[in-house]
């Protein structure tokens, strides 16, 4: 039966035709199941694209636009990893045929494959398109409170250029309230001295505004001067030890002088300040700290605080304890070593005593003088200092020597920071000057000889200003 079907053309014919049906149903149902794994949908999203905005930047300005957006990409897995991989794609706002004016416009993305689909998030933004408008405005300059040190102040700040130009829309412009330089990285400034600063704009919530300014940065200048008064420190004894065999030596301390700050008012009526120091609790030598007190109707005091020295001594025998000087109530300098027999000189010296501080030898109380040596001479009051220059022409050194008398105790409390010796050039202009020098900041009660009371000096017109006069 068999060997007749095979011999039979027809029916080797229609087996073969059956075979191949089977045979092409097969591949095209793997070919199919291939396809479609290939082609399979894979969606995935690029977070915070940039936005760029083209318009005319020129004579245009823009507001409204958002910086990024989320882009959610669509299509087979590997161009979709492909596409967030490469971090190139930018979503775009095309706005260089637009009219001024707030409109709803679209926001498209570039460098994405033609194979792969994309929806934007959000999908359009609402734009204001405006003409660009510029107007100057003055520049305020403000100062953190740490720039300028304690005891010094600072005087009208100038800057260079005094106004800027600022740039943007009318309704930008129209919600500037301030223009401000604030100067911040100096600190403890004790010095006239010249910064930059970055100009910023703000409303009247002090808000920054997003506009164009130019130029960004100013020069500033600022002056710093001394305020208040500097005084002596003084101690006095408060109290007597309660061990009656220990006598108060000395009160001393390394801050002998501090500075009152406050209105001239105040401090002109004030020539020290006096602080007691109770040494009721003292049985030995000891250093304590003690609060400076504000004086009434000043701000403050500097240092506000001082470290104090107390030496005590110890009494010899109940002879010697009973003899005390007679002002001070304290025991005689004898009494504190070996005792000598009364002598009239010794009684004499009790006698003609007139200190009244317990913390105080007789030396204190005695006129004395002290010598400086090359004080360097101070200029101030030069009109537009940055425009002139100045030159000692006569001491050449431009420093001289001071000597300052008074009382051993006044004498005491100076120090070289303490004073200066100033030329004051108010109203002088180009030329040479013949200029009486002062001292600034001794006590009323001392007095001072200078090595020689005026100096000649030469203003000079520096040169890189003359040129740029010339050429103007």
């Known amino acids: 039966m068999m060997d007749r079907i095979l011999t039979n053309k027809w029916s080797v014919r229609i087996i073969s035709l059956i ?10 149902s793997t070919g199919d199941k291939t396809l479609s794994m290939t082609d399979a949908t894979y969606v995935d999203v690029i977070n915070n694209v940039p936005v760029e905005v083209y318009y005319d930047k020129d004579n245009m300005t823009v507001s409204g636009v958002p910086d990024t957006v989320d882009v959610t990409v669509t299509g087979t897995k590997g161009l979709v990893q492909l596409a967030k991989s490469q ?63 304690d005891g010094y102040e600072a005087g009208d700040l100038t800057t260079d250029p005094k106004k800027v130009s600022i740039t943007g829309s009318q309704a930008t412009l129209d919600q500037i309230a301030y223009v401000k330089a604030t100067v911040s990285d100096e600190k403890d400034q004790t ?207 431009g420093k001289v020597d001071i000597t300052i008398s008074g009382l051993q105790k006044e004498l005491d409390a100076v120090g070289r920071n303490d004073f200066n010796v100033v030329a004051d050039l108010t109203g002088l202009q180009e030329g040479t000057h013949t200029v009486t020098l002062t001292v600034h900041g001794l006590a009323t009660k001392l007095t001072f000889s200078l090595s020689q009371s005026k100096a000649e000096i030469q203003v000079i017109k520096k040169i890189a200003d003359a040129t740029d006069t010339a050429s103007t």
Request: charged letters at 25%.
């Open 191 to 397: 010095s006239s001295f010249t910064t930059k600063a970055t100009v910023s704009a703000f409303d009247v919530n002090l808000n920054k505004l997003d506009v164009e300014i130019d130029p960004g940065e100013v020069e500033v200048n600022v002056p710093v001067s001394k305020i208040g008064k500097t005084v002596p420190l003084r101690f006095t004894q408060s109290g007597s030890p309660a061990d009656k065999t220990v006598t108060i030596s000395s009160i001393t301390s390394d801050d002998r002088r501090v500075t009152i700050i406050g209105p001239d008012t105040v401090t002109d009526k004030i020539e020290q300040i006096t602080i007691p120091i109770d040494v009721t609790q003292i049985t030995a030598d000891k250093t304590i700290e003690v609060t400076v007190p504000v004086p009434t109707g000043a701000t403050s005091v500097t240092p506000s605080t001082v470290k104090v020295k107390i030496k005590t001594g110890k009494k010899q025998s109940d002879q010697s304890s009973s003899e005390v000087n007679e002002d001070t109530g304290q025991p005689s300098e004898e009494d504190t070593t070996t005792k000598v027999p009364d002598t009239s000189t010794d009684k004499k010296d009790t006698a003609t005593d007139d200190s009244k501080e317990d913390t105080t030898d007789d030396t204190a109380d005695k006129e004395a003088s002290t010598e400086f040596k090359q004080v360097p001479i101070s200029i101030v009051g030069l009109t537009n200092s940055s425009t002139f220059n100045t030159e000692f022409l006569d001491p050449t050194s």
């Open 87 to 149: 971090a190139n794609v930018i979503a775009y706002i095309d706005l260089t045929n637009a009219k001024a004016g707030t409109q709803s416009v679209k926001i498209e993305v570039k460098n994405l494959s033609d194979r792969l689909k994309s929806t934007i998030n959000p999908a359009t933004a609402k734009v204001t398109l405006s003409e660009k408008v510029t107007k100057k405005y003055s520049v305020d300059v403000e100062l953190n409170k740490s720039v300028i040190a």
């Open 19 to 28: 075979f191949a049906a089977v045979l092409f149903t097969s591949v095209t």
